[in-house]
């Protein structure tokens, strides 16, 4: 069973690869035809909020992971003990909500001030720079609140559910290209933020389903 488990976590991992490559092409291609050299841009340095989340996303995601391994093999050899991933999991979140807090307050206001005083930006795009970094903002926030539920994927060796979504999010994204590409008119920086800032957040809110729903660990302290 664990055999075939992880040949399934491998098998998907690489369809996810492929997919992302080969769909990222295309996504990549069309946004930058519909926005554009100047708004990409504008969009790319204002956005880098995301990749900075991302970082700190694969980071925390491999500690987490590995603790929660640790509990799982715990609960096994001591069956008494087998509330202890529950309580670490509830640990882990009282600790991401903490950190979420603090690294959106002290990097809002710096983000805020280059914005205004230190980039580049051109003027009928400042307004919308800053929606843009607000937006960001606000999706690294619930981007550090979600890993605790991604680790635990990690943890029980359930790649290939993870992966799935991946996939499923990439589709997206090239759904949203197309859209920016071929119907939407106007603002296409913010309209930008806006569906990949859905986006993620619609793959962040099924993660966390299947969490709840299939995890047991995934419930109050006072529950475990």
Request: net charge positive; hydrophobic share 55%; glycine share 4%.
């Amino acid at each position: 069973m664990a055999n075939k488990r992880i040949i399934l976590n491998i098998c998907v991992t690489y369809l996810q690869n492929i997919t992302s490559i080969i769909v990222g092409f295309l996504s990549v291609s069309l946004i930058f035809k519909a926005l554009g050299e100047t708004q990409l841009g504008v969009y790319a340095i204002v956005g880098s909020i995301i990749g900075f989340s991302g970082l700190f996303n694969s980071i925390m995601n491999t500690s987490n992971s590995r603790f929660f391994a640790y509990a799982i093999g715990l609960s096994k050899k001591h069956p008494e003990k087998k509330d202890v991933l529950c309580e670490w999991f509830n640990t882990s979140i009282s600790v991401h909500i903490c950190l979420a807090f603090l690294i959106c307050l002290i990097f809002y206001p710096i983000g805020y001030l280059l914005i205004k005083y230190k980039l580049d930006i051109p003027q009928e795009y400042f307004n919308t720079a800053i929606i843009v970094f607000n937006i960001s903002t606000i999706l690294m926030f619930f981007t550090i609140l979600q890993i605790p539920f991604f680790s635990l994927f990690i943890a029980k060796q359930l790649i290939f559910i993870r992966n799935i979504i991946g996939i499923f999010q990439t589709l997206l994204h090239l759904i949203e290209a197309l859209i920016l590409y071929y119907i939407v008119k106007g603002n296409l920086i913010l309209w930008h933020s806006i569906l990949s800032t859905s986006i993620i957040m619609l793959v962040y809110i099924i993660t966390i389903s299947i969490a709840f729903i299939y995890f047991p660990e995934c419930k109050l302290k006072s529950y475990c």
